[in-house]
């Protein structure tokens, strides 16, 4: 039955996660443009765990774009990412983009 449309089905509704995932990071390029740009990469990590999440918990005929390769590499690599950005945003301190005193 994969692959059959039932009546009543919404096509468009497999982009849904995907959407939330692009919803979090229009947020957080928000944060960044107005000079909170830790606030933004954190959403940026928070994004991607959420992808991760999405990946994991839907089936993969509901994935939709979160949908790259096999399912565990996805969940591995969203992971890594989250990881990564989060570390990064949440340590460097100083620089350009740090708040004034």
């Keep these: 039955m994969t692959g ?3 009546r009543g ?3 468009w509704l497999v982009h849904a996660p995907f ?3 692009l919803l979090l990071l229009a947020v957080a390029v928000v ?3 107005q000079y909170h740009w830790r606030e933004g990469a ?3 990590g928070v994004a991607l765990f959420v992808a991760g999440a999405l990946r994991a918990v839907l089936p993969e005929e509901r994935a939709g ?3 790259i390769r096999g399912k565990i590499v996805d ?3 969203y992971g890594a990412l989250c990881a990564a950005v989060l570390f990064i945003s949440l340590t460097i301190v100083g620089g350009p983009f740090d708040a004034p005193s």
């Design 4 to 6: 059959q449309r039932h």
């Design 9 to 11: 089905d919404r096509p």
């Design 19 to 21: 959407a939330v995932i």
């Design 31 to 33: 944060r960044a443009v």
């Design 42 to 44: 954190a959403l940026v």
């Design 65 to 67: 774009l979160l949908a």
């Design 75 to 77: 969940i591995v690599t």
